[in-house]
């Protein structure tokens, strides 16, 4: 079971916004900013799409944006397109040289 | 190209040991920290191990002191000797790269593999 908790699926229709949550503790999502999200299509290795909470790497688009409070951490997808139909993980850093992901979140475009 | 190919997957029974490869090119991989993620049949992802750009290992509970990390710089190759393999080891082990600055691990993983299958059946 993972220690940090995402819903099992979101849905939204094209040219809407979705928004995951990852919501873990004060020891992990909460206590650092070490916070990134990965997408990853269906037999596809996963793909950096957020790293340090809410910062883009070059050639994601803008369209994806996170954020945190507290525990809890959150990716917004605005103007969903097809393509973005995919699994979404979250990970931190939980302390003592170790990482965590989420337990996954699949997103389906109506 | 910029690029990671794991290799050294495939079948073991319970109790065996594997050794997976982790070969980098177009960039400077010693520079790099680098790190195994795996993913079970249908699961989630779950980090696994890390190793910085000097040699210093981590793990996870699940593989403390079953699974070795180590890497050779010579060779652009990092490793993963898993030994004392269960059932629950199986999944497509993937390699990448962690980010660092002069703070240390910044904890994101930036470049991936297409992953290497272990099954282990009994």
């Known amino acids: 079971q993972s220690a940090l908790t995402q819903p099992p699926s979101a849905s939204g229709s094209p040219g809407q916004s979705v928004t995951i949550s990852c919501t873990g503790t004060s020891s992990d999502v909460g206590g650092y900013n070490y916070v990134s999200w990965y997408q990853q299509h269906p037999g596809k290795a996963p793909k950096l799409m957020i790293y340090?909470?809410?910062k883009r790497p070059s050639g994601v688009p803008d369209r994806f944006s996170a954020s945190k409070s507290g525990n809890t951490a959150s990716l917004t997808v605005s103007g969903l397109q097809a393509e973005d139909e995919a699994d979404y993980y979250c990970s931190s850093y939980v302390g003592s040289h170790k990482s965590e992901f989420g337990g996954g979140t699949k997103l389906t475009v109506l | 190209e910029v690029q990671l190919l794991e290799s050294g997957g495939g079948l073991v029974q319970p109790g065996g040991s594997l050794r997976l490869s982790c070969a980098a090119s177009?960039?400077?991989?010693?520079?790099?920290?680098m790190s195994w993620v795996r993913q079970a049949p249908g699961k989630g992802l779950e980090w696994v191990s890390a190793i910085s750009s000097g040699g210093t290992t981590y793990y996870a509970d699940s593989v403390k002191g079953r699974f070795t990390i180590s890497r050779d710089k010579s060779k652009n190759t990092m490793y993963l000797q898993m030994n004392s393999l269960r059932v629950e080891d199986t999944a497509v082990y993937y390699c990448?790269?962690?980010?660092?600055?002069?703070?240390?691990?910044?904890?994101?993983?930036?470049?991936w593999g297409r992953g290497t299958l272990v099954t282990v059946f009994s």
């Open positions: 177009g960039f400077t991989f010693s520079s790099y920290a």
């Open positions: 990448a790269t962690i980010a660092t600055s002069l703070l240390g691990f910044q904890w994101y993983f930036d470049l």
């Open positions: 340090e909470v809410n």
